[in-house]
């Protein structure tokens, strides 16, 4: 079975129906770009994928790290590629075939799909968040807040992407900006004036989102992940910054920081003295505060304080985290001019997100939550959130992805056997590593007197933890939250913590 794991056909789809056609010279910046051949031609669609080009398209070669777009060019011609943008000089091309030599394909790439479809950006209130935990949580969180009766809010994220008018499954957290910006339009035509988006930082450096215009930046923490990728933590949090310091594109209006993290501090310190900064938090100096917090297992409450001054806030998220990403979504409300105490009202109406802090109930003693919880420091928010409303004893199950920073599953590890009573470590997406040896990684981080066990079956150890959990105690499956698969060897395979969870507790209750 060969993996299509969220591959964007709804996104094509949409593309299709709402390309125009534009001339080459339209959307060229010839200060940048040294165009070979005509710049007249009629493009009705920009592709980095060879594979799907159709008559009319301008083929960007990009550079990879497994392979380069150069190799697929001739592909991309004989499908009906007219225009070939890329780095490379590419003198021998067939006549006819115009050639745009650019110095980032990339950042050329986003360039004209931004041009291509309109500058939508130009035309909606966008926010973007950032930082390594809470990006979900925010930004759906604060898209219930902006929304309201014929006031659509557009949605994109690692979960799903709202278009105004219709939801579609996401492929990526932040899209290619061949697909954001159809997305953008398709939300301007739904009647959204306001929007709001998740930024990876994957997509900030492979300029998915270069020169996007955003009226509120997010920057929610800095914890450790993705060094895979980015290498130091110091790599990784310049990516973030480039979201805020123009180095990305366009200042944003108002930087809304974390001002309890400390590269969330760093930040505010770096920025130029002409963006407004809001910083929220339970620190002294925050302007939106949160103090004398009541969390429960039906949500939280607090006193907020705010430059509107100090009222009593409750929320149906649970723990303290929740609490920061709550602060973050009002600070988000406030810069963009709306009513906080109309949004205020509305917290309590929110249903949280998909895979986020899940309950899996079906009637049981015992508390089941499935968490998209995949680093240390999220890990450790999501077991520190259940044990502030758990009599009982808090089990948890979860793994470390292959192929991916092998670093941080000693430190999620030692996290586990910190905050649970009892550990199940197990499989999360393997990909083409072998389980022994993401399990070798994951042992150095085993706490002397911790009661943890290595089970290879994802679906034995959920088994094995709703077996040993008594009435009032709570099993957190962490890791996969709201996806539907397991990536193994370039497959997906069909697995959902929450449908397995289920079933397994149906069998268990009622002996099916």
């Known amino acids: ?62 550079p990879g790290a497994r392979t380069s777009g150069d190799r697929h060019v001739n592909e991309a011609i004989s499908r009906g590629a007219e225009v070939i943008v890329s780095e490379a000089s590419h003198d021998d091309l ?65 979960v799903l992407y709202n278009l ?17 910006y159809p997305m953008l339009k398709s939300m301007l035509a739904a009647g959204c004036s306001d929007a709001v988006m998740e930024v990876s930082s994957h997509g900030i450096h492979q300029s998915r989102v270069s020169d996007l215009r955003l009226e509120v930046a997010v920057f929610m923490n800095l914890t450790r992940d993705h060094l895979d990728y980015h290498g130091t933590m110091e790599d990784y949090y310049r990516e973030k910054r480039k979201l805020f310091n123009g180095e990305n594109g366009p200042l944003p209006k108002v930087a809304v920081i974390n001002g309890d993290c400390p590269y969330g501090r760093r930040l505010a310190e770096e920025l130029p ?23 429960d297992a039906a949500g939280s409450k607090f006193v907020l304080e705010s430059p ?106 030692r996290v586990a056997c910190a905050a649970a009573d009892q550990v199940w470590a197990t499989s999360d997406n393997p990909r083409t590593e072998g389980i022994d040896s993401i399990f070798s990684d994951m042992r150095k981080g085993v706490c002397k007197g911790s009661d943890v066990y290595f089970v290879e079956d994802r679906r034995r150890a959920i088994n094995l933890a709703l077996d040993a959990a008594g009435e009032e105690d709570c099993v957190l499956i962490a890791g996969k939250g709201h996806e539907t698969y397991q990536e193994i060897q370039y497959t997906a395979i069909p697995f959902d913590d929450r449908i397995v969870a289920g079933d397994l507790i149906n069998a268990k209750l009622y002996g099916g």
């Open 164 to 180: 105004g008018d219709r939801d579609i499954p996401s492929y990526k957290t932040t899209p290619e900006a061949t697909d954001l």
């Open 1 to 62: 079975m060969k993996s299509n794991i969220q591959d964007g056909k709804d996104v094509e789809d949409i593309k299709a129906r709402i390309s125009p056609n534009r001339l080459l010279s339209e959307i060229v910046d010839p200060d940048l770009h040294r165009v070979s051949g005509s710049s007249e031609r009629e493009l009705n669609a920009l592709c980095s994928d060879s594979r799907r080009v159709v008559p009319g398209s301008a083929f960007f070669a990009i």
């Open 94 to 158: 067939p006549f006819g075939v115009t050639k745009v030599k650019v110095g980032n394909t990339r950042k050329a790439l986003a360039r004209f799909a931004k041009r291509f479809y309109g500058s939508p950006d130009h035309s909606l209130n966008l926010v973007g968040v950032t930082g390594t935990n809470g990006k979900t949580t925010v930004s759906t969180l604060t898209r219930h807040l902006l929304e309201g009766p014929g006031q659509p809010v557009g949605l994109i994220g690692t």
């Open 308 to 413: 509107l001054g100090s009222c009593v806030v409750a929320s149906p998220l649970i723990g303290r985290y929740n609490v920061h990403n709550a602060l973050a979504s009002l600070a988000v409300v406030h810069a963009m001019g709306k009513d906080v105490s109309t949004c205020i009202h509305k917290l309590h109406a929110f249903k949280g997100v998909s895979g986020r802090m899940e309950s899996v109930d079906k009637g049981q003693p015992y508390r089941v939550v499935v968490d998209y919880a995949h680093t240390p420091d999220a890990l450790r928010n999501a077991l520190e959130m259940l044990r502030e409303c758990t009599k009982g004893k808090v089990r948890v199950v979860f793994g470390c992805g292959g192929d991916r920073d092998k670093g941080k599953r000693l430190e999620m590890t």
């Open 273 to 295: 003295p002409h963006v407004r900064i809001l910083t929220f938090g339970f620190e002294q100096n925050n302007h939106f505060r949160a103090k004398n917090l009541s969390l």
